[in-house]
């Protein structure tokens, strides 16, 4: 059964940092595509980042450059979104994803992160 749990998600002031996780289990890692998406409050989920897991091809969005980072450890199954300087429109809820070619996209449940002083 395929599973990804988000974990790390909270509030910040803005200017702040967060590490989001995302522990997976159920599927070869190592051969997925994972993703970051968000989706704030009114709005639809939108791309922040993605990583092919054999260390290759790193996309991000144009509010993620430059800011967030996306990284894997593979021997742990888990993907990384280091998000620095935060804003207060990275305010939503964050959820990873898991896809192989064009298979079935997989998601996790979510973690909310607030940016507000």
């Known amino acids: 059964q395929v599973q990804l749990v988000e974990s790390g998600g909270g509030s910040v002031q803005p200017g702040g940092s967060l590490r989001l996780s995302c522990s997976t289990s159920?599927?070869?890692?190592?051969?997925?595509?994972m993703s970051w998406y968000r989706q704030a409050p009114g709005k639809e989920r939108e791309f922040v980042a993605s990583?092919?897991?054999?260390?290759?091809?790193?996309n991000y969005s144009n509010s993620a450059k430059g800011r967030f980072t996306i990284t894997a450890d593979n021997a742990k199954n888990t993907v990384y979104l280091q998000m620095n300087n935060l804003e207060p429109e990275d305010t939503a809820v964050y959820y990873c994803?898991?896809?192989?070619?064009?298979?079935?996209?997989?998601w996790g449940q979510g973690t909310q992160v607030t940016v507000s002083s």
């Open positions: 159920g599927f070869p890692f190592s051969s997925y595509a």
């Open positions: 994803s898991a896809r192989r070619g064009l298979g079935t996209t997989h």
């Open positions: 990583m092919t897991t054999d260390g290759g091809l790193l």
